[in-house]
């Protein structure tokens, strides 16, 4: 048996009636403007924006120049306080090597000092036997 083909009913819209009057508009012209109003609106609050990232900008560059400044100068001292410091440990073992030859001329000294003082007991002991004879 064949089949029975369904037949799909469409639906009519209905035209109602409106109890609003409608004015006649001029949606073109008040569209372009609300349009560029907008525009210019978004335009002025993201040059406001940018404005104010570029000022935020150079204070941070400003900031970081001043801060590579100090930065700089902190180099600057390092550098000469180690450069002090070696010619100072330079001058200590100098001093060092001054202090351990004197220290080796005071032993001399004193080595020689007392054979000068042997020297001169020996020699007030013979003037002293001089006299007693």
Same mark, same amino acid.
């Given at each position: &048996?064949?089949?029975?083909?369904?037949?799909?009913?469409?639906?009519?819209?209905?035209?109602?009636?409106?109890?609003?009057?409608?004015?006649?508009?001029?949606?073109?012209?008040?569209?372009?403007?609300?349009? +560029?109003?907008?525009?210019?609106?978004?335009?002025?609050?993201?040059?406001?924006?940018?404005?104010?990232?570029?000022?935020?900008? =150079?204070?941070?560059?400003?900031?970081?120049?001043?801060?590579? *400044?100090?930065?700089?100068?902190? #180099? *600057?001292?390092?550098?000469?306080?180690?450069?002090?410091?070696?010619?100072?440990?330079?001058?200590?073992?100098?001093?060092?090597?001054?202090? =351990?030859? /004197?220290? /080796?001329?005071? *032993?001399? &000294?004193?080595?020689?000092?007392?054979? #000068?003082?042997?020297?001169?007991?020996? #020699?007030?002991?013979? +003037?002293?036997? &001089?006299?007693?004879?």
């Amino acid at each position: &048996m064949p089949k029975k083909k369904k037949t799909i009913k469409k639906k009519v819209p209905v035209k109602r009636k409106t109890t609003k009057r409608t004015v006649a508009k001029k949606p073109v012209q008040k569209t372009k403007e609300k349009a +560029s109003e907008r525009y210019d609106d978004h335009h002025s609050v993201l040059r406001e924006a940018l404005k104010d990232i570029a000022k935020e900008l =150079n204070q941070l560059r400003e900031a970081k120049a001043e801060v590579e *400044g100090v930065l700089d100068d902190v #180099v *600057g001292d390092i550098t000469s306080t180690q450069n002090k410091e070696v010619q100072l440990k330079d001058q200590l073992r100098k001093l060092s090597s001054v202090e =351990n030859s /004197l220290t /080796l001329k005071r *032993g001399r &000294m004193r080595k020689k000092l007392e054979n #000068v003082k042997t020297r001169i007991s020996k #020699v007030r002991q013979l +003037s002293n036997q &001089m006299e007693n004879i």
